[in-house]
């Protein structure tokens, strides 16, 4: 196999009109590709899964054997000798179809998946994606940098699981490198860090190697803002799944990033994902005077019996995680608070108590949602011992439908009377 390849790299999105159709981190691969050392060209085809979504019954229908014969189709007219499937929860049985499909022409592509659903050993993935022939585990820049020669070293070896971590502070921005077209109105993500070490039992975003990688540096972020500022971008959406600061070793990252925002006069919306009881005084300050920004808060639950189980916290992270939430509010920081129902020992009653609690705090938007089971996360591995019952929700992904105390549907008339009509929890 040489590097004068012909991929095309297939992905799912939820395609919003002010947003890049392709997702980011397919768009970082395709930077990748391009500026490494393959001869040869990548394309991308990225199917929307937002023209499945029936308003009238609120729910994605999709017909499964039909949108897998339509991609299938789609690869196969592109002439590629690579299909690259990036793999979501979301789109893990319409890929799966998709790639069987695909095995059955007589002159298919070489079919590689990567994605967060590639986690486990080599039999395992086997098992799960029958028609795969190479797997690329966690994060896949170098790999794409010079994939013809990686694929030739997993042929020879005979081992199909490809992983190789990129040196993250040297990668190129898309932006930068003028992939990612800007134009006024739009909503775009940049990206401080990847990785976690917190270890939220329900979390798919937890990378194999337990570590926080920084990504590129704050010269290149401030080229990164200063672009969106001159395209007059409307929202920054800023990934850091280590939220904002918490180990001296992280350089201070996002206390610095805010600086910056800042320093730059950025008048866009940035979205910040925020973990509370991390928040400092000093972070709180600039914050406050920055009527742009969004907090992103995943309180999930105030239950302490609840929080320890998910690893969220023990004792005393309640009044912790409030005390903070109650600073964010005194300033009038813009707050978007999300919750989880259908946790281990969750009660109505609990989950009750947690809306009502923050509820009386006036943030911006309170959302809750039901708990997702993903494959590879230690709640995937532990549910059934709860006594929890999951079941596929109209994208296929495992979600809890009951629970020991049976309430699971008086929780979701909470989220759902919280999502549509918030002033009547005030009652």
């Not at 890049?20 to 393959?38: D, H, I, M, W």
């Not at 739009?186 to 570590?211: A, Q, W, Y």
């Not at 969750?346 to 989950?351: I, K, L, P, R």
Request: proline share 4%; hydrophobic share 35%.
């Amino acid at each position: 196999m040489n590097n004068n390849l012909k991929v095309l790299l297939v992905s799912t999105n939820f395609y919003r009109p002010d947003e890049e159709r392709t997702p980011y981190g397919v768009s970082c691969l395709v930077n990748a590709f391009r500026q490494g050392k393959n001869d040869g060209s990548i394309d991308t085809f990225t199917y929307d899964l937002n023209r499945h979504f029936n308003e009238n019954l609120g729910k994605f229908c999709i017909d499964i054997d039909k949108t897998a014969e339509f991609i299938a189709e789609k690869i196969i007219e592109s002439g590629c000798d690579i299909a690259a499937f990036s793999v979501f929860a979301w789109s893990d049985e319409l890929f799966k179809k998709t790639m069987e499909i695909l095995r059955k022409y007589k002159n298919h592509p070489l079919i590689i998946m990567g994605g967060p659903m590639v986690c486990g050993d080599v039999e395992t993935l086997r098992k799960e994606y029958p028609f795969a022939e190479f797997f690329i585990e966690s994060y896949g820049e170098k790999v794409f940098s010079n994939l013809g020669e990686y694929l030739c070293c997993a042929e020879r070896s005979g081992n199909p699981l490809i992983k190789d971590l990129p040196e993250f502070e040297k990668l190129t921005s898309p932006y930068l490198s003028g992939l990612i077209p800007l134009k006024e109105g739009m909503t775009v993500r940049m990206e401080l860090r990847r990785g976690c070490l917190f270890n939220c039992s329900f979390c798919r975003h937890r990378n194999p190697e337990k570590k926080v990688f920084c990504v590129g540096c704050m010269e290149a972020h401030r080229q990164e803002l200063m672009l969106f500022k001159a395209a007059k971008v409307r929202k920054i959406n800023v990934l850091d799944p280590y939220f904002n600061d918490g180990r001296s070793d992280f350089k201070r990252i996002s206390l610095e990033f805010l600086k910056l925002v800042k320093e730059l006069k950025i008048t866009s919306e940035v979205s910040l994902q925020i973990r509370p009881e991390m928040l400092t005084d000093e972070y709180l300050d600039i914050a406050e005077a920055m009527p742009n920004l969004i907090f992103e808060i995943g309180v999930q639950s105030l239950d302490e019996k609840v929080m320890k189980e998910i690893n969220r916290g023990g004792c005393g992270t309640k009044e912790k995680v409030l005390e903070k939430l109650k600073e964010v509010a005194k300033r009038g920081i813009r707050t978007e608070i999300t919750l989880i129902y259908g946790l281990p020992y969750q009660t109505a009653e609990s989950f009750r108590n947690d809306v009502n609690s923050l509820k009386t705090l006036d943030f911006s938007k309170i959302t809750a949602f039901p708990l997702q089971i993903y494959r590879g996360t230690e709640m995937f591995d532990k549910y059934p011992g709860y006594g929890l019952k999951a079941e596929p929700n109209d994208l296929g992904i495992l979600e809890v439908c009951d629970n020991p105390t049976h309430d699971v549907d008086e929780m979701r008339k909470i989220a759902c009377l919280l999502s549509e009509y918030p002033e009547a929890m005030a009652a």
